[in-house]
């Protein structure tokens, strides 16, 4: 890894074999590894390390302090927020994102579009939600509204969110009744009832 420092005409040391295209940005105090391709337009956080052989497609945003293994590939206008980090040989496809704090082992590979949420781990055991996660789904538009519920299912039972709730489909039916929301509160047991059926 090289940090890169600026010569004495005020322009970046690159590292070997490295390509940096115009309109690139990289703040004080990154690593970039030999090797290394940048697309157009890439955007990289304050204190971002890259290994050796990472390649960034087009309008790639990296938030602060995050961490690319060797050979991390990232496909065009993929985000990442800050203080993610990737193992070696991560691929991302284009337009995928992962919201801060988040962890992929090594190996780990995200079509394209991808979108995880802050603190998601990928590798041997994806945790989400702060649970270990054996299967999950989601629900939109169950009342017209377009609100969006997971359910998640782990070792020790199923976890709801939705919005600012976050607890077992028993509690979520029964505030949902409580506000007389009928729908959710038969609709969601339900769909619980039928994930837990099936094998996973």
């Given at each position: 890894?090289?940090?890169y420092?600026?010569?004495?005409?005020g322009?970046?040391?690159?590292?070997?074999?490295?390509e940096?295209p115009a309109?690139?940005v990289?703040p004080?105090?990154?690593?970039i590894?030999c090797?290394?391709k940048?697309?157009?337009?890439?955007n990289l956080?304050?204190?971002?390390?890259?290994?050796?052989?990472?390649r960034?497609g087009?309008g790639a945003?990296?938030?602060?302090?995050?961490?690319?293994g060797?050979?991390?590939?990232?496909g065009?206008?993929?985000?990442l927020?800050?203080?993610?980090?990737?193992?070696?040989d991560c691929?991302?496809?284009?337009?995928?994102?992962?919201?801060?704090?988040?962890t992929l082992a090594?190996?780990c590979?995200l079509?394209?579009?991808?979108?995880?949420?802050?603190?998601?781990?990928?590798?041997d055991?994806c945790?989400?939600?702060?649970?270990a996660?054996l299967r999950?789904l989601t629900l939109?538009?169950?009342?017209?509204t377009?609100r969006q519920?997971?359910?998640?299912q782990?070792?020790?039972?199923v976890?709801?969110?939705?919005?600012?709730?976050?607890?077992?489909?028993?509690?979520f039916?029964a505030?949902?009744k409580?506000?007389?929301?009928d729908l959710?509160?038969?609709?969601i047991?339900?769909?619980?009832?039928?994930?837990?059926?099936t094998p996973?």
């Amino acid at each position: 890894m090289k940090t890169y420092k600026t010569n004495s005409n005020g322009g970046w040391i690159v590292p070997s074999h490295s390509e940096i295209p115009a309109g690139t940005v990289i703040p004080d105090y990154s690593e970039i590894g030999c090797g290394c391709k940048l697309g157009n337009y890439c955007n990289l956080g304050y204190g971002c390390k890259l290994d050796i052989g990472c390649r960034l497609g087009y309008g790639a945003n990296l938030g602060s302090d995050c961490t690319l293994g060797t050979s991390c590939t990232l496909g065009s206008d993929c985000t990442l927020g800050s203080d993610c980090t990737l193992g070696t040989d991560c691929t991302l496809g284009d337009g995928c994102t992962l919201g801060p704090r988040c962890t992929l082992a090594d190996g780990c590979h995200l079509g394209d579009g991808c979108h995880l949420g802050g603190r998601c781990h990928l590798g041997d055991v994806c945790i989400w939600e702060g649970v270990a996660v054996l299967r999950f789904l989601t629900l939109a538009n169950v009342d017209g509204t377009g609100r969006q519920i997971l359910i998640i299912q782990h070792p020790n039972g199923v976890l709801v969110r939705a919005g600012c709730f976050r607890g077992t489909p028993e509690d979520f039916a029964a505030r949902a009744k409580e506000e007389g929301k009928d729908l959710y509160a038969s609709v969601i047991p339900a769909v619980v009832a039928a994930m837990l059926a099936t094998p996973t």
